[in-house]
């Protein structure tokens, strides 16, 4: 079968990614503008942080996506679904690690994707503080600024303690579906860890910062820009559980350099269901 | 029993507290040119990266404080002891976190702190590219710069998801001793942690960042500043582990919000001895 995405003309692509490019532009001016003026948190019903600042740049972008593509639906973390039998979907997180945001972390961030028929076309990951910004589109490539981006593998006979792993933090394991064994046996098999909320994790393993990633139970707006990063940078992404929750599609993906996204997708799928892979 | 450190004179901590903040001052200099002009990579016998930055930045340190204090002791990570027999001790750790220093992830730093009779007297940590850094000088306090920090306890009912930890990676429970038992425990006590090498932890803790922090197995010139650091800040600081390996005494610590601590060492040393605490 033909991918749907072939069916987009090379100049229609690079217009969603100038729009892309452009939501990330004034996500970053508002998120930086409230990091120095200050803003309101609240705790949600589930416990985690929302603030003034995810509603008002949600708002912004959405006004922004209608103005350019009145067809295209939008989904995004804070506000209702708009147009959901629309071909187009831009779906964002405007704060991607809220707590980090209102703990003053600079590894929260914005993450933009638009999909055609629930297959990725663009995405951005921007995190302001650092400065620093992937994009991708489809045929397009993956890119840090000017710089195009690619994801060798990693020689084979590299021992999994050098291999860096960039994952979720054990909460993310728990709620919505209990993956304690996924989690036990994934750090034991790579004990190089470091832990970040999705988009600091996304972008590190689409520049190659992190060898892997592993991000677990999330709806669509926090993994929405990390397959077409990954992909466009001749990594490998996989879904390793998929489930609905309260409504929406959980997923929990692994993605980068491709050898080793094989390798992470046995570990956790045997320990998902209770076995050991071979190769562990 | 009378603390060693109220010996010495307000005016002397200050002339520490001086030179450690000009230490942190040349290593963030040298660390920000060798980030642009590039660097020499190597893996030691350990499989642990180290770089021709570690070596130039601990000898220019060394060399300062042999200028302004001849009769003063020095113990680095990379280079022999100096005047091991000195009342006074300067402590270093050039690249913290030399793994995120040669991948240019910016939670890299240095570590700086001074000893009288094995008692932390001034610390200092510098994060280079975060444009951050927390100092301590004993009985003044500890300081973002100009900002004094207090590191007040959080409201005892608050859940422990709700907790912030901010821990060493698997790793670090792994070699030298296996605490696996305790890094289980840890995270399903605590499932909301993040995951950094030494420096970015300890800072994160400092500050009231992160709520708590565990920082598994290391030697002096990793956790040298944290408990000064934290202790100025008003917070509590405790050794939940401690052996000597290949010469070196290694340290397992928790510090941060002082509530917190007596519980999080509570339920490391129920692991670490096989049982559960009553309060986890």
């Known amino acids: 079968m033909t991918d749907p995405r072939s069916q987009l003309s090379r100049a229609d692509i690079g217009q969603f990614q100038e729009l892309a490019l452009a939501l990330a532009g004034e996500s970053r001016r508002m ?16 416990g985690s942080y929302v603030t003034s600042a995810d509603l008002a740049v949600e708002r912004s972008l959405r006004r922004m996506v209608q103005e350019r593509f009145p067809a295209h639906g939008v989904i995004g973390e804070e506000l209702p679904r708009h147009l959901p039998d ?27 994707a638009m999909f055609y028929r629930d297959l990725p076309v663009v995405g951005v990951i921007d995190v302001p503080l650092l400065d620093d910004r992937v994009h991708a589109g489809f045929g397009l490539g993956t890119f840090r600024g000017d710089k195009r981006l690619r994801l060798d593998d990693i020689d084979a006979s590299t021992p999994n303690r050098a291999v860096r792993l960039s994952m979720s933090s054990r909460m993310n394991f728990m709620h919505r579906r209990d993956h304690s064994a996924a989690f036990e046996a994934v750090t034991r098999t790579y004990p190089n860890h470091c832990v970040y909320r999705s988009c600091y994790n996304h972008l590190l393993a689409a520049t190659g910062q992190a060898d892997i990633a592993i991000d677990m139970s999330n709806p669509i707006w926090d993994i929405a820009a990390a397959r077409i990063l990954t992909e466009e940078a001749g990594g490998a992404f996989s879904v390793v559980d998929e489930f609905r929750y309260e409504g929406e599609r959980i997923y929990s993906c692994v993605f980068g350099r491709p050898a080793l996204v094989a390798q992470l997708a046995a570990v956790f799928t045997a320990a998902a269901s209770g076995g050991v892979p071979a190769n562990a």
């Open 31 to 46: 998120l930086r503008a409230v990091v120095t003026d200050g803003f309101e948190v609240k705790r949600k019903p589930d």
């Open 86 to 112: 629309s071909d187009f979907h831009w779906v964002f997180d405007p704060i991607d690690g809220t707590e980090e945001f209102v703990r003053r972390i600079p590894t929260f961030g914005t993450i933009i």
